[in-house]
């Protein structure tokens, strides 16, 4: 990983919204994130979907952090009938890139939990996690600069377009995905924007 300071906490931390339990990974976890690897729904906007192997070897890397740090991307389930739905968390890029070092929250769910503000809700308690208890100054996403879905759930978050758009090294060369875009959130933004407070009851998530 890049080098920069990196908060540690004694134990895993795991973490509850109104909805969701973000947790550490189960092997039960690993049938249901291979099949969301392999969806190509789900990996639009990824050169290509993610085999078995390298779908194990995400979460063998997350569980390694959360054991090393006590944070990564924790596995998502639902709070009404525990079933699991995907990814939210923070990592450190392993790649550097124009921006890096840096933590960075991301996310990626099943199709059957799209549109219903599980992402939202999730990176938003991620958000709180890295800014309260980790005392993180900055917090980072990106993505291909088409996926609007993911660009629509940052600026609900809160992140603002740095406007420092980039071509991601993993990505070939010609690829329409190639172009990458980065928000930004400090944690005195956040703090300014209401921290933790969740969004008023008429303002729908989707």
């Known amino acids: 990983e890049i080098a920069m300071h990196l908060p540690v906490l004694p134990a895993p931390a795991e973490l509850s919204t109104q909805r969701l339990v973000l947790r550490t990974w189960r ?6 994130f291979a099949a969301l690897n392999a969806d190509p729904a789900v990996m639009a906007f990824f050169p290509s979907t993610i085999g078995r192997a390298g779908s194990d070897a995400s979460i063998d890397a997350w569980q390694q952090q959360f054991a090393q740090r006590g944070w ?5 389930q639902l709070k009404a009938t525990g079933e699991f739905i995907g990814f939210v968390g923070l990592t450190v890029p392993v790649r550097a890139l ?3 070092p840096c933590v960075e929250v991301g996310w ?3 199709r059957s939990a799209w549109g219903k503000g599980h992402a ?3 990176a938003r308690e ?8 980790l005392g993180l100054a900055q917090i980072v996403s990106f993505t291909s600069a088409v996926n609007m879905p993911s660009r629509a759930v ?4 809160g992140m603002a377009n740095a406007h420092e758009d980039f071509e991601h090294p993993s990505v070939p ?3 329409p995905l190639r172009l990458h875009c980065l928000y930004r959130l400090s944690r005195q933004q956040w703090k300014d924007n209401g921290g933790q407070q969740p969004p008023h009851p008429h303002q729908a998530s989707v």
């Open 27 to 32: 092997d039960s976890d690993r049938d249901a």
């Open 72 to 76: 990564s991307n924790w596995a998502v």
């Open 98 to 100: 124009p921006f890096t």
């Open 108 to 110: 990626r769910l099943m």
């Open 120 to 122: 939202t809700e999730a």
């Open 126 to 133: 991620a958000l709180r996690f890295g800014f309260d208890t």
């Open 154 to 157: 940052m600026e609900r978050i």
């Open 173 to 175: 060369e010609g690829s």
